[in-house]
Each structure stands twice: as C-alpha cells, then as structure tokens.
Nanobody
Framework: QVQVAEYGGGLVQPGGSLRLSCLASGNILRIYDMGWYRQAPGKQRELVGSITNGGNTNYADSVKGRFTISRDNAKNMMYLQMNSLKPEDTAVYYC????????????????WGQGTQVTVSA
C-alpha cells in the first residue's frame, strides 16, 4: 500500500508565510510527478503547482512568484513554501503523487492525501 499525507496547515495572517509538507510512504518503487492542489468552499479542486522527479516545476498563474514547490526524492517528500498569502489562498490543500509500487507488473497510479486546511485571515 501507499499512503500520502500532508502536514503544516494552519491559520496565518494576510501577507504571512506557511510551509506545507507532503510525505509518500509505503511500498514505493518510484515516484514520478508530485503536485499540490487546493479546494476552496464551493469551488472545484484546482492545481496549485507540480514538480517532476527531476525538479522541473510549474505553477498556477494565481500563485506564481509567491509559492515555491520543492522535493526531496531520497525522503519521498515534497514541500510547498507559501509567501505573501492572501485571503483567497484559503482552501484545503491536497498532495498528489504518481507512484509505481514495488510489486510485479505495477503501473503508475495516482495517490492523494486527505488534505490540510490553510486559512488566511486577519
């Protein structure tokens, strides 16, 4: 089995910073792309940004220049550094990982964490 878990959510004031972490664990052979998504109340889940296992990143226009994604392949971890936070960044943030399990004939599959709440409010 593979588990994905997010850490680090909380309440922060506008203009503040927060760092989220994502850990993938279990019977993992390889992790390909990893990504951060978010879902605000009443809205669809949207991509915040993603990172390949080679470290190439892409971001939604709404977070470019404020958010930075990084990963540590040795630890199966991904991070989201969020700066200059705005109230509209309030959402549940989810981690996604494309994982190949260490079993015979395994193919890449999507795994999701349960999400962590980020609230930006004065």
């Amino acid at each position: 089995q593979v588990q994905v878990a997010e850490y680090g959510g909380g309440l922060v004031q506008p203009g503040g910073s927060l760092r989220l972490s994502c850990l993938a664990s279990g019977n993992i052979l390889r992790i390909y792309d990893m990504g951060w998504y978010r879902q605000a109340p009443g809205k669809q889940r949207e991509l915040v940004g993603s990172i390949t296992n080679g470290g190439n990143t892409n971001y939604a226009d709404s977070v470019k220049g404020r958010f930075t994604i990084s990963r540590d392949n040795a630890k199966n971890m991904m991070y989201l550094q969020m700066n200059s936070l705005k109230p509209e960044d309030t959402a549940v943030y989810y981690c996604n990982a494309i994982v190949v399990r260490a079993i015979i004939n395994s193919t890449p599959a999507n795994y999701w964490g349960q999400g962590t709440q980020v609230t930006v409010s004065a």
